[in-house]
């Protein structure tokens, strides 16, 4: 099986998406019966895989394709939606005489959660099941997947005209994207925890927040909500989806990024002003998070301003 890890450059660095169409010719029907034969006698080894971080929708304008998972295939067409999870392995095929077209939609859904939606991330983590699993909710759900298609148009036209406030408009538009597949899911695919884990560790979320520019030791923040250094560890991945140590950086980085583009500071005093003193950990942590450096990040900007 050949993979390729694709490299996704954002068409606006705060946003963290981008959205394009694709446009594929007529074919003959012996071109595709041709394409269906080959793809039966080789299997889907035989195909070109990819994979992202982001995570991917498709939704098909004009045509049909074949949509290849690890664990399943199925065909869309006209309307339709299907979706990819985090790093999860994917390509497709044309599978019809008739002419292609069809948005391709990605987006790091992490840098749209905020300190209100973070707990909410747990569900696309991928923890329990590939994200592509809620495609059941696209194919079953008529009213969920035309919603969500008209979502996805708008994005595209939003992202395409660039009108005054157009982030605020596409930022909302994706969190109710994922807010329908959260209030859909009604074969519980999403990595749900329905307990109080998360009010208990609000104290917690807090504390973060007020000294994210200090050294942060746990055995502090443990002591506001009494709790052993082993059992807070356990309660706080299962409540918020990832580790106490990411969460706090993915905080860190969240707030650096924010005086990057905001504030005329140096790099080593944003890092200094989010707790992260030693510079060169500052700029491993800042291109685990965004794939480039503190200053590759700022020109970005500015040339997505211009």
Not at 120 to 135: A, D, Q
């Amino acid at each position: 099986m050949d993979m390729v890890h694709e490299k996704v450059v954002y068409q606006n660095p705060f946003l963290c998406m981008r959205i394009w169409q694709i446009e594929g010719p007529a074919l003959s029907n012996r071109e595709i019966m041709k394409r269906e034969k080959s793809a039966l006698r080789k299997g889907k080894d035989s195909l070109t895989w990819h994979y992202h971080k982001e995570v991917e929708f498709l939704l098909v304008l004009h045509g049909a394709m074949t949509v290849y998972l690890p664990e399943e295939q199925f065909r869309i067409q006209q309307g339709d939606v299907a979706i990819f999870g985090s790093s999860e392995p994917h390509t497709t095929q044309q599978c019809s005489a008739e002419s292609l077209q069809y948005l391709v939609f990605q987006l790091d859904l992490q840098k749209h959660m905020d300190q209100s939606t973070v707990s909410n991330m747990k569900y696309f983590s991928n923890v329990l099941r590939p994200l592509s699993r809620l495609n059941y909710i696209l194919r079953e759900n008529e009213s969920v997947r035309a919603q969500i298609a008209q979502f996805i148009m708008n994005i595209y036209m939003e992202t395409d005209h660039q009108e005054k406030g157009y982030e605020l408009a596409v930022s909302a538009l994706i969190k109710n994207i994922f807010l329908l597949l959260v209030r859909n899911d009604n074969q519980l695919m999403l990595h749900y925890q329905h307990d109080p884990l998360m009010e208990r560790i609000q104290p917690v979320l807090a504390y973060i927040e007020e000294h994210l520019s200090e050294k942060m030791l746990i055995e502090e923040v443990t002591k506001q909500i009494n709790l052993s250094y082993y059992y807070f560890i356990k309660v706080f991945k299962k409540a918020v989806g990832m580790s106490f140590t990411d969460y706090v950086n993915f905080k860190r980085i969240k707030k650096a990024e924010q005086m990057l583009l905001t504030e005329d500071r140096s790099i080593a005093e944003v890092a200094e002003l989010v707790g992260i003193s030693n510079l060169g950990h500052f700029y491993e942590m800042f291109r685990r998070f965004n794939n480039c450096s503190p200053k590759q990040f700022k020109n970005r900007l500015s040339d997505a301003l211009i």
